[in-house]
């Protein structure tokens, strides 16, 4: 997320601190430590330069706090906030992309020769995914499954 003037940002559920969702890092029981409703934007807990947080004792919740401090984040009125997607190696961008997306997650591997007599335009999904089954022998059909040591033989009923 790209913080400027915090008014979208949520608090504990939004992805802005390097932990991660805050609510999960500390549990929920961190809206009653830090005196910080569930649903408080980042405007509401930073306020004139400075973070409004409930005096607490607990070492966890002392460290989560130093650590939001070192972030140094300043608020610019002017500017909306806007979520920020992963390109790449450190690099980030303002739209999302989904061919750029898929390319980050998928496994590339080489095309296949019979892949254009399954996978094309006017084919029928249901159909293609068959033949697909057929052509890698992922059926389970009869031979298959006697090898599981299911029978394929089904009792006569008259």
Same mark, same amino acid.
Request: glycine content about 6%.
């Given at each position: 997320?790209?913080?400027?003037?915090? !008014?979208?940002?949520?608090?504990?559920?939004?992805?802005?601190?390097?932990?991660?969702?805050?609510?999960?890092?500390?549990?929920?029981?961190?809206?009653?430590?830090?005196g910080?409703?569930?649903?408080?934007?980042? !405007?509401?807990?930073l306020?004139?330069?400075?973070? *409004?947080?409930?005096? !607490?004792?607990?070492?966890?919740? #002392?460290?989560?706090i130093?650590?939001?401090?070192?972030?140094?984040?300043?608020?610019v009125?002017?500017?909306?906030?806007?979520?920020?997607?992963?390109?790449?190696?450190?690099?980030?961008?303002? *739209?999302?992309i989904?061919?750029?997306?898929?390319?980050l997650?998928?496994?590339? %591997?080489? %095309?296949?020769?019979?892949?254009?007599?399954?996978?094309?335009? #006017?084919?029928?999904p249901?159909?293609?995914?068959i033949?697909?089954?057929?052509?890698?022998d %992922?059926?389970s059909?009869?031979h298959?499954?006697? #090898?599981w040591?299911?029978?394929?033989?089904?009792?006569?009923?008259?």
């Amino acid at each position: 997320m790209n913080i400027q003037d915090g !008014c979208t940002v949520r608090f504990w559920t939004d992805i802005w601190h390097p932990k991660g969702r805050l609510i999960k890092a500390m549990g929920e029981i961190g809206t009653q430590k830090l005196g910080i409703v569930r649903n408080a934007k980042i !405007c509401d807990v930073l306020v004139d330069g400075d973070w *409004r947080f409930r005096r !607490c004792r607990d070492p966890n919740f #002392q460290a989560l706090i130093a650590n939001i401090k070192e972030l140094q984040v300043q608020l610019v009125g002017n500017y909306s906030d806007t979520a920020l997607w992963w390109k790449g190696e450190d690099s980030y961008d303002d *739209r999302f992309i989904s061919t750029t997306t898929w390319d980050l997650i998928r496994v590339r %591997r080489d %095309r296949v020769d019979w892949s254009r007599l399954i996978w094309f335009s #006017q084919g029928v999904p249901r159909f293609a995914f068959i033949t697909w089954l057929a052509l890698r022998d %992922r059926l389970s059909t009869g031979h298959r499954t006697s #090898q599981w040591g299911s029978s394929s033989k089904l009792p006569l009923l008259w």
